[in-house]
């Protein structure tokens, strides 16, 4: 009996593709891909796929199994708030690494600190800021901001950057005024959005 590992070459090949490029963090992306046996290219019915998620210095792997046509589906759900340019490729369990077979953004904000708590005196003025925070590998752009549930004794302006730049950070700066002759004591939410889809909610208590 030999000492030596014996290494089994696998005998079919895969490829995976999503049909997702850019999405807000958070967003599970489908993927889809096919298994063929080496030599022939016939499709490779229920053979087990790995499919390999890359993402920074972190790989991930879901397991799938092909159909009756070679056919294989997963779906990849990230970590909450988790952003980045990824990349994707496929294999037989134990075969070398293919470069990658497609790639997929996920765009995402944080804000530090996540909610902001102000004194706002009688007919006063207090003004602040909160840092957004982009972990991702591109700029989230087109950035716009509201303010949801304020109440008529405040009034609230917003300056929002236009864009923060792929892992750093930018100001969003905001003006808050009583009406009152009388310390408020109120809430409001400020909405940050962009066309992709990226939502961050910032509560702010006055």
């Known amino acids: 009996i030999s000492s030596h590992p014996i290494h089994v070459e696998p005998t079919y090949t895969a490829t995976v593709e999503t049909s997702i490029e850019v ?41 799938a199994v092909t159909d009756a046509d070679g056919v294989f589906t997963a779906e990849f759900c990230p970590l909450p708030g988790e952003a980045g340019c990824y990349e994707i490729f496929a294999t037989a369990p134990g075969a070398e690494r293919p470069p990658a ?62 864009s923060v730049p792929a892992s750093s950070n930018a100001p969003l700066r905001l003006e808050v005024r009583s009406l009152n002759d009388a310390v408020a004591t109120e809430s409001f939410v400020v909405r940050v959005t962009n066309p992709v889809g990226v939502v961050i909610e910032i509560p702010v208590t006055v």
């Open 23 to 63: 999405a807000p963090a958070g967003t599970c992306i489908p993927v889809t891909g096919q298994a063929r046996y080496i030599g022939s290219g016939a499709p490779a019915p229920f053979k087990l796929v790995h499919v390999h998620i890359l993402v920074r210095e972190t790989e991930r792997i879901l397991a």
């Open 101 to 162: 077979q497609d790639t997929f953004i996920l765009l995402g904000l944080r804000a530090e600190p996540a909610a902001l708590s102000l004194m706002v005196p009688g007919l006063g003025v207090y003004s602040n800021s909160v840092v957004l925070v982009n972990p991702g590998c591109v700029p989230v752009d087109q950035l716009t901001a509201t303010v949801e549930n304020v109440l008529a004794g405040l009034e609230v302006s917003l300056i929002p950057p236009t």
